[in-house]
Each structure stands twice: as C-alpha cells, then as structure tokens.
C-alpha cells in the first residue's frame, strides 16, 4: 500500500501538467514530497515499535553468546575463545594438517581429481566460491578497519594466526559435512551440520543428544541467515550507495530504502530459485570478480609503497607483543584479531559445510582439503591486504573505525575508491545473501521436510527479508541474528569433537588410495 502511494504521488505530476498547468504541478510535487515524508515518517515508526518488541529478547541473547571476561583491562567475549581453542586443537590432533596438505587443496580445486561421474551438484570449485562468498565481505572491509583501529597494527598478527588456526576447523566440518549428507533421488544432496550432528552422533550412541543438536544448529541457521546474512548485507549495500552519493541529508536515494531492497530481492530471487547449481555458477563469477576489484586494488597500493613494507611489518610485529598501546597493548591486539578473524571467516560455526557438502566427491576428505582455503583466502590473505593499505596510508590517525576507515585508507591513495568500495560492497553482500539463503534453505527442510514447495515457501520469505533489511533499521534485530549465527558454534563444536576420530579415519583412507594407486590425476590435469 505504501509503495502504490509512493508511486501515485510521484506519478501525479506527470498527470497535472497537461490538465491543470503549472499550479497545479506545483502543488502535485508539493503532495509527493509530503508523501515521501509520511512514509519515512511511518518507516521510522515501525522502525521503533520493532526495535521496542525486540530489543529486551536481542539484549537478553546477546549478552548470554556474547558474554565477555575482562582480560587485561578488555573484554574478551567467550564465544571467540570457544572458536579459536578449537581450532587448536583441530590443529594439532591433526598434525597441522592445513599445511601437509595446502598443495594438494589446490590441485582438487583445479580439478586434478575430479570425476563428474561423482555423486553430488557442484564442482570444489564452485563449492568453494559459494562458502567463501557467504564469508569475504564486510568482514574483511569493516572488521579489519575495526580490529586495527582499536587493537592498533598488531592486530593483524593475531588475525593472521587465527585465520591459520581456522583451517583446520573447516577441514573437520567439512569433512564430516560430505561423510554424513543425504543423496536425495533427483541427484540433489543436502548436508551440513545439522546432519552430522545427528547421524554422526547416532552412530556414537548419542542419538537423543545429536537430534537436539541438529535441530538447536538449525534454528540458528534459519535466524542467522534472515538476519546477518541477509537484512544486514542489504542494510549496509544500501547505506553505501547513499553515503557516495551525499550522505542521508542530501543524497536522492535517502528514503528510498524499499526500493533497492525490492530490486535487489528481485535479483536474488532470480538466482536462488535455481538452487545451488544456480547460485554457484553466479558465484564461482562474482567471487573473482570482487578478487580483481578489492584486493586488485589494495595489491597496487601495496606496490606503490613496497619501499615500506619492512617497516610495515614491523609494526604489525611489534604492536602484536607491545605490553603498552592502544587498548591494552598485546592483550587487546590479539583480542581484537581474534574477534574479528571469527567474525570474518566463521570457521567452527559450521554455515560453510553446508555448502562445501553439495560437492561432486566420493570422497569426503577431498572437501575437507578443499575447505581449508578458504580461512586461508579471506583472513590471511584478503584481511592482511586490508590491514597493510590502512597502515601504509597513516589512516590510523584520521580516528575512523570500521568501513570508513577501510574507505579513506584506499582513498588517500585513489580518489575513486569510495565508488569502487561501494560496488565492492554491493557484490559481496549479493554473493552473501546468495550463500545463506541456501544455508537457511537446507535448515529449513532439515526441519520440514524436502520438497519444491517447502523451500519456495522459505525462498519467498528469505526475499521479503531483503526488503525489510533496506528499508529499516533494525538495531536489535541484527544484533539478535549475528547472536544466531555464533550461536551455531556451541553445538557445532561439541560434535566436532566428538567426531575427530571419524575425520582422522576418512583422511587416513584417502592418502592411503592416493599412495597405492586406487586414486590417480584425471588424464588431462
């Protein structure tokens, strides 16, 4: 009803002109602006009374995932621990597996072992493009903008090691993601954690324990990827382009929130109705194309100033085990990269093996390899180049945090930049929201059941979403769903762990085929 207002209001000045002349014009625009007004006016209503219901539930949630101890004089939010405790141990009950094999991720996504013939929808490449454009985006824009400006250079070391650390927490679930998916008739598949957890734990005489798991992890997904996977990503494109365009006092597109949010669930729509062959073949495009972009860009500045990338890195260092600085010198540097590694390449949380458990593999241990790239990718990689524009540049002392940080560091260096980190922005919170409607799909019909019109019903809903991301604020809300998201680590973890030795088995078969014969190089490759 608001829109069609919106839409008549601004169509009547079209109308008047022939018939009422000039006056009558002028009062017709009168009458469309004083209807613009009344919808921002009703949008920041139902902005409050949202954020009113919602924010006693979204502070009560948070405060119980997020819950921090002071450390050092900073707090350090537990969940973070949870994740990168595991990863540890992950990594050494795996002999730092991420390393052994790192050459081997890259020849199976080249497609060195790949056989079309293998059960599943997805090359490892494709499945690799899909979970790491449900990862690589404002993470690694804003976060890393965060993460220095409060932890300072030295943040960046604890980033780095966290992203290593990672690995080999996406190698287990992503393993275990393949092992235990179902192999529907119609040669689609459905994996993830949710599936894991109550097949793997069953088979661990923990049945009643691994259902409850799976159905806790699923409900998270579903609110996850409504929320931080989707209102946020077309909250913040939107934000973006009125920012480069003036701001919210004078840019043309302030107000206009709905709009872009119903062009981009139109888009989105068009690509998840296709399932996940559809959203990977979108993706394995995009994710390069956003690789060329961004860290194109920081690569040539990186260059311009390769004369100081000693000096750089010795900050980085030095800032890592400072016992003074910003925020608690080396306690809040490896803090906040920490904090913001989990954020950016959510390994432990388990979103990612949804998508890396649609692969084309009989064997599981392949995508398990192949998952390791892609912490490697998005936090040692894309957060590093990130991290070295911003200290390159003396951003730092500008006193911006997040993506305005990020944005006026590339920008001492190009002037365009703003434009380009806006196109930036659009195309990683397309390819994330592309992502999680699949990881909220496949939530969904582990909880209801498969079927064509089940998952239209959620795709339906999932593209509402978008609308209402843009066109509201929603504070709470987001808060609520990024608590969802952390949430999916706690049962994730356990079963994780409960689960290494089956990992550990899979593995140990795989090299073992290599090493005699019974797995060769496809002739060609």
């Given at each position: 009803m608001r829109k069609l207002l919106l839409a008549l209001a601004l169509l009547l000045p079209l109308f008047a002109l022939p018939?009422?002349?000039?006056?009558?014009?002028?009062?017709?625009?009168?009458?469309?602006?004083?209807?613009?007004?009344?919808?921002?006016?009703?949008?920041?209503?139902?902005?409050?009374?949202?954020?009113?219901?919602?924010?006693?539930?979204?502070?009560?949630?948070?405060?119980?995932?997020?819950?921090?101890?002071?450390?050092?004089?900073?707090?350090?939010?537990?969940?973070?621990?949870?994740?990168?405790?595991?990863?540890?141990?992950?990594?050494v009950y795996f002999g730092f597996i991420q390393f052994r094999v790192f050459g081997h991720a890259i020849a199976l996504v080249r497609g060195d072992y790949s056989d079309p013939k293998d059960a599943g929808e997805v090359s490892h490449f494709?499945?690799?493009?899909?979970?790491?454009?449900?990862?690589v985006g404002l993470g690694n824009i804003a976060g890393v903008g965060v993460a220095i400006a409060v932890g300072g250079p030295g943040a960046t070391f604890w980033m780095i090691l966290a992203g290593l650390l990672g690995m080999a927490s996406k190698f287990t679930e992503c393993t275990l993601g393949v092992k235990y998916r179902n192999e529907l008739p119609d040669g689609r598949v459905s994996g993830g954690p949710m599936y894991y957890l109550s097949k793997g734990l069953a088979e661990r005489g923990m049945a009643g324990l691994g259902k409850f798991f799976a159905i806790f992890f699923a409900i998270?997904?579903?609110?996850?990827?409504?929320?931080?996977?989707?209102?946020?990503?077309?909250?913040?494109?939107?934000?973006?382009?009125?920012?480069?365009?003036?701001?919210?006092?004078?840019?043309?597109?302030?107000?206009?929130?709905?709009?872009?949010?119903?062009?981009?669930?139109?888009?989105?729509?068009?690509?998840?109705?296709?399932?996940?062959?559809?959203?990977?073949?979108?993706?394995?495009?995009?994710?390069?194309?956003?690789?060329?972009?961004?860290?194109?860009t920081a690569l040539v500045i990186i260059l311009m100033n390769i004369g100081s990338i000693g000096w750089a890195f010795s900050q980085i260092i030095g800032g890592a085990f400072s016992p003074e600085g910003v925020a608690g010198g080396a306690i809040g540097a490896l803090i906040q990269g920490f904090r913001r590694a989990a954020f950016s390449n959510e390994a432990g949380i388990g979103s990612a093996a949804i998508a890396h458990s649609a692969v084309r593999t009989k064997e599981p241990a392949t995508e398990g390899i192949v998952s390791l790239l892609e912490p490697f990718i998005d936090t040692v990689v894309i957060c590093t180049m990130t991290a070295l524009v911003i200290i390159f540049t003396g951003a730092l002392s500008t006193g911006l945090t997040g993506v305005e940080l990020t944005s006026a560091a590339f920008g001492a260096q190009f002037?365009?930049?703003?434009?380009?980190?806006?196109?930036?922005?659009?195309?990683?919170a397309f390819s994330t929201m592309l992502s999680w409607s699949y990881y909220g799909l496949k939530?969904?019909?582990?909880?209801?059941?498969?079927?064509?019109?089940?998952?239209?019903?959620?795709?339906?809903?999932?593209?509402?979403?978008?609308?209402?991301?843009?066109?509201?604020s929603l504070g709470p809300v987001i808060d609520f769903s990024d608590s969802m998201i952390f949430a999916m680590a706690l049962p994730n973890i356990i079963g994780l762990y409960l689960l290494m030795p089956v990992v550990k088995r899979e593995v140990n078969q795989y090299f073992a085929k290599i090493k005699s014969g019974e797995i060769r190089k496809v002739k060609g490759h």
């Open positions: 018939a009422f002349g000039q006056e009558a014009a002028g009062e017709a625009a009168e009458t469309a602006v004083e209807a613009q007004e009344t919808i921002e006016e009703t949008t920041r209503t139902v902005d409050m009374m949202v954020n009113d219901a919602i924010s006693p539930i979204s502070n009560a949630v948070v405060s119980v995932i997020f819950y921090s101890v002071p450390i050092a004089g900073v707090d350090f939010p537990l969940i973070v621990g949870w994740l990168v405790v595991a990863a540890t141990i992950f990594t494709q499945a690799l493009a899909t979970a790491l454009s449900g990862t998270c997904c579903i609110g996850g990827a409504l929320g931080g996977g989707n209102m946020f990503q077309s909250n913040q494109s939107f934000q973006q382009l009125v920012n480069i365009t003036g701001g919210n006092d004078v840019s043309p597109l302030a107000g206009f929130g709905w709009l872009f949010g119903i062009i981009m669930a139109l888009i989105v729509g068009a690509v998840i109705i296709g399932g996940i062959k559809s959203i990977a073949k979108v993706t394995e495009k995009i994710v390069p194309l956003m690789g060329v972009l961004y860290v194109g002037s365009f930049f703003p434009y380009l980190l806006a196109l930036a922005v659009l195309l990683f939530s969904w019909t582990y909880l209801f059941g498969e079927g064509k019109t089940k998952e239209n019903v959620f795709k339906i809903i999932f593209c509402v979403f978008v609308v209402i991301g843009a066109s509201m």
